[in-house]
DNA sequence: CGTTGGGTTGATCCTCTTCAAACAGGGTGG
DNA sequence: CCACCCTGTTTGAAGAGGATCAACCCAACG
């Protein structure tokens, strides 16, 4: 009775809406539940693919903001322009995530996303993400979760930044990507990374230089093993304690 | 030397539900522009009011989360422990900002939040309102972008914690202070400072010892003036400069 | 080839931390 | 009222960790 909501199937090209919504989006749909008439609603909605060259831009500080976005494969880094022109990366990216939750409150993008390898990403409208929300709550709720994460994965970088040394935040960074690509079924211990020592260092807070001499560091300490962009993990627990360990001796 | 007292009192005409919603709810409700019947479904949820003494938990890391608190009146911290005991501040709180935000992924507090002054919070709990935003999309999309202005935050903090020297930290806290209390009705150049030195370098990732010294330069600079925890800004333009600049000229 | 962008490593400098001492203000109990 | 804490704060001196500056290496690529 109140709100009556159109169920928004008007877009009407819906062929790639079943891959799109059972594999791009499974940080928005999998772990939901959704029956085969929820899935093709949230498939109708995500119709837009989009493909991205390295070095391209997915969306730029200023722009109006109208799609959160979900990576379907490739490796993306935020950023931010300080006022100087220099600028500070805010978070990398990586397949099944959601791109853009920060531009929704002033419905203007804050920060630049740019592919750090190929890539494709899914456009999710954010209105109509919305809409269809009040159809199926429990898309609406996961999404809160998702947004609740981000909001969880922010606050520990806040505390990396805030009390850790270089070595303590490397450890960190190394084993939080390694979290992820394990999760997505990639070695734990045994990846490339995709973005550069400046890269790290400025979304560690630290110098390039500083990244350089830590990796040498937990290199000569036999933990890891690096040769440029290729990091091998060799004594994950040492790892592990290093992260959590200075800062409770220091 | 009352600077801190409410400047304009408009509410207690109104029985607590409607005083709650429009009041210590402004967060939630007041840009939203709800008709009578949908604020008093939102004030039917939010009953329940409580008071919180100086030093007092409105919740701990570890507990479940059932709801989202409104402050009413009052002034909270956010801290999370780290494993060796040590705890490091993740926010400053105050009237109108809603908290537990953080929460509702895990469906667990992952921070404890402890007043800072007597306090008032309203709880909200959460599976109402989200069943409520079903009813009232307008609010859902409020919500949302209370949930995206705390990623933006947390961003901000992030850069803050990243690429600023001491001094610009400081700058920056105080004109963010500055900035929530001005916008609450009171002096933006004069106010009490709710936290310890130590709690402020904790959450700026700062020494204690830096942060008086910082102080203390500030006033050198005849910037600002410092009495304990009262902080008189005298000379916004110039404190305004000492937070852009340096990491322009770094 | 030479060029270029990224990476490593060394030496020096600077900021912040650490340790230490002294101080101020607000209770409390005598 | 004072003496006596206790906590929070200020300030100084010494030390460590990163930043900065600079040289050099390496692999990719025209």
Redesign the pocket.
């Known amino acids: 009775m109140l709100h009556d909501s159109p169920p928004h199937n008007h877009l009407g090209v819906t062929q790639i809406r079943s891959s799109c919504a059972s594999c791009s989006l499974r940080e928005l749909c999998l772990p939901v539940g959704l029956n085969d008439h929820e899935i093709q609603l949230l498939g109708d909605i995500v119709s837009q693919k989009r493909k991205l060259y390295r070095g391209g831009y997915l969306y730029r500080s200023g722009l109006k903001f109208q799609s959160l976005f979900a990576i379907r494969r490739g490796f993306l880094k935020t950023c931010v322009l300080e006022e100087d022109g220099r600028q500070q990366v805010t978070g990398f990216h990586m397949t099944g995530e959601l791109l853009g939750l920060d531009a929704i409150s002033s419905e203007v993008h804050t920060c630049d996303a740019i592919a750090l390898e190929d890539s494709e990403v899914c456009e999710i409208p954010f209105t109509r993400l919305e809409d269809i929300s009040i159809i199926i709550p429990s898309l609406m709720r996961h999404f809160h979760k998702i947004m609740s994460r981000e909001i969880v994965r922010d606050q520990n970088v806040m505390l990396l930044l805030g009390s850790?040394?270089?070595?303590?935040?490397l450890a960190s960074f190394l084993l939080n990507l390694s979290r992820r690509f394990s999760i997505r079924g990639y070695s734990e211990s045994d990846f490339n990374?995709r973005m550069?020592?400046?890269e790290i260092?400025s979304y560690l807070?630290?110098?390039?230089?500083?990244?350089?001499?830590?990796?040498?560091k937990l290199q000569d300490e036999n933990i890891i093993s690096?040769k440029?962009?290729h990091i091998l993990i060799k004594d994950i627990t040492h790892l592990k304690l290093k992260m959590g360990n200075s800062s409770c001796i220091?």
Do not use: C
């Open positions: 850790m040394k270089a070595e303590e935040r990374l550069t020592r400046e260092g807070g630290l110098k390039l230089e500083t990244v350089s001499r830590a990796f040498s690096v440029n962009k220091t």
